[in-house]
């Protein structure tokens, strides 16, 4: 299948509120409409996971993040920029976004990717996208597609073909928390 009938067809469940699995600028993520509710409690439970626990999402450009981040502060454009491997930031005064997507003082964990494939695909949805790793809560990450429980495909909406033959091991991104004061800290490094 073909790089944009496989975007098509992710955007088309995504809009529907579905949950797809695709490949991302890091590792495979089970992804949704960051901004509707009931998709991002499906991805909750298909994860199994507390959803006292925020979510990340994706989006194609700075102007994205400036849509559903108030108030983003300098330091996270100097961050962004400068970051040599996908990096999220976790920034403070989330909009527009699902409210069980945010961690409980309102942050968001927000990455703009420049893999071109997800980068087109949050292009397409015009919206952010959940993205967080293809693996049930508290076992190990899927580096590859061939690693990712088949649970886990099954429950998911819709398969992204792209990728599926990469040996590649792939790594989750980098994590910083940057508050308004200009405080930083390394989540995951």
């Known amino acids: 299948m073909n790089c944009t009938i496989d975007i098509e067809n992710a955007v088309k469940v995504l809009k529907e509120g579905g949950v797809i699995l ?9 992804g949704c409409d ?10 909750f439970k298909i994860k199994r996971r507390d ?14 993040i400036q849509r559903y981040v108030r108030n983003v502060p300098e330091v996270a454009w100097d ?9 999220t930031v976790i920034l403070d005064g989330a909009q527009g976004l699902a409210p069980n997507l945010l961690a409980e ?11 071109e494939f997800s980068k087109q695909l949050c ?22 597609f061939k690693e990712i429980p088949q649970e886990i495909i099954e429950a998911v909406d819709y398969v992204c073909s792209f990728r599926r033959g990469d ?17 930083v800290t390394v989540i995951r490094g």
Request: hydrophobic share 35%; charged share 25%; aromatic share 4%.
């Open 51 to 64: 959803d006292s626990k925020a979510l990340i999402c994706l989006v194609d450009s700075d102007a994205r």
């Open 79 to 87: 961050v962004m920029e400068l970051a040599t491997t996908p990096t």
């Open 123 to 144: 292009y397409r949805f015009q919206k952010p996208i959940v993205s967080t790793s293809a693996n049930v809560s508290g076992e190990p990450t899927a580096r590859t």
């Open 167 to 183: 040996k590649t091991k792939h790594a989750p991104s980098s994590v910083i928390r940057l508050r308004g004061n200009g405080e």
């Open 34 to 43: 960051a901004t509707n509710p009931e998709a991002v409690e499906k991805v």
């Open 22 to 30: 695709y490949p991302t600028d890091t590792i495979w993520g089970i």
């Open 105 to 115: 003082d309102g942050s968001v964990g927000i990455r703009i990717t420049r893999e």
